[in-house]
């Protein structure tokens, strides 16, 4: 046994693999079997594409330090209070809806959201809501000078209005047909309990 162990070490220690004859073997197997499924073959490159491009990825993220990877992965500060506006998309010919979208990192102890549809054609107020308690809101609509509609919800004192997301509407009447809404703005102010104040405007553009 030993005797069969030492000429096993010698023979692998004396082998050198001839290197072309294994790549000519290599090419002559690939070849019919690119032919019968040539997707392998795309398959393969798009890998091998995607493992240099993620390893070149990898490689600038470490030479060019953590200011990469901060970009591409940049997000609005959390305690930062969002607005958004939009038309409800379930309006008809004669009747449409605004909607503010108002996200909050946390608590307000003042809120005041502000919704103006301009003036066109037959506008008229048809009601509002929100998804906060009515009490704990007063709100009044307006025409101002330009004959432009005023929505404005105002947080009653001593209120809390909680952290989270929550919706104003704004709906009226128009005449028949679209109506262009890019007269349409709003504008939320707001005060969280640690006295930071926060100021937010936009329009209803699609």
Same mark, same amino acid.
């Given at each position: 046994?030993?005797?069969?162990?030492?000429?096993?070490?010698? %023979?692998?220690?004396? @082998?050198?693999?001839?290197?072309?004859?294994?790549?000519?073997?290599?090419? @002559?197997?690939?070849?019919?079997?690119? +032919?019968?499924?040539?997707?392998?073959?795309?398959?393969?490159?798009?890998?091998?594409?995607?493992?240099?491009?993620?390893? $070149?990825?990898?490689?600038?993220?470490?030479?060019? $330090?953590?200011?990469?990877?901060?970009?591409?992965?940049?997000?609005?500060?959390?305690?930062?209070?969002?607005?958004?506006?939009?038309?409800?998309?379930?309006? *008809?010919?004669?009747?449409?809806? *605004? *909607?503010?979208?108002?996200?909050?990192?946390?608590?307000?102890?003042?809120?005041?959201?502000?919704?103006?549809?301009?003036?066109?054609?037959?506008?008229?107020?048809?009601?509002?809501?929100?998804?906060?308690? %009515?009490?704990?809101?007063?709100?009044?609509?307006?025409?101002?000078?330009?004959?432009?509609?005023?929505?404005?919800? +105002?947080?009653?004192?001593?209120?809390?209005?909680?952290?989270?997301? @929550?919706?104003?509407? %704004?709906?009226?009447?128009?005449?028949?047909?679209?109506?262009?809404?890019?007269?349409?703005?709003?504008?939320?102010?707001?005060?969280? %309990?640690?006295?930071?104040?926060?100021?937010?405007?936009?329009?209803?553009?699609?």
């Amino acid at each position: 046994m030993d005797e069969l162990k030492r000429r096993l070490r010698d %023979a692998a220690h004396s @082998h050198h693999p001839d290197r072309a004859r294994i790549l000519a073997r290599v090419e @002559h197997g690939i070849a019919p079997a690119a +032919t019968r499924t040539p997707w392998i073959r795309v398959a393969g490159a798009t890998a091998a594409v995607a493992v240099v491009l993620g390893a $070149g990825a990898c490689a600038a993220a470490a030479v060019l $330090g953590s200011d990469v990877a901060d970009r591409s992965v940049s997000a609005p500060p959390a305690d930062r209070l969002m607005a958004d506006g939009a038309v409800a998309p379930h309006g *008809n010919r004669f009747w449409a809806q *605004n *909607n503010v979208t108002l996200t909050a990192p946390r608590p307000l102890t003042a809120l005041t959201v502000d919704v103006r549809v301009a003036r066109t054609d037959r506008v008229a107020s048809t009601g509002h809501w929100r998804t906060l308690p %009515a009490h704990d809101f007063t709100v009044s609509v307006r025409e101002d000078k330009d004959g432009a509609l005023h929505y404005t919800w +105002t947080l009653k004192p001593g209120r809390t209005a909680p952290a989270g997301r @929550h919706v104003f509407a %704004a709906q009226y009447n128009h005449a028949e047909g679209g109506r262009d809404a890019t007269g349409d703005r709003y504008t939320v102010t707001a005060t969280t %309990a640690d006295g930071q104040q926060h100021t937010a405007r936009g329009d209803f553009a699609p």
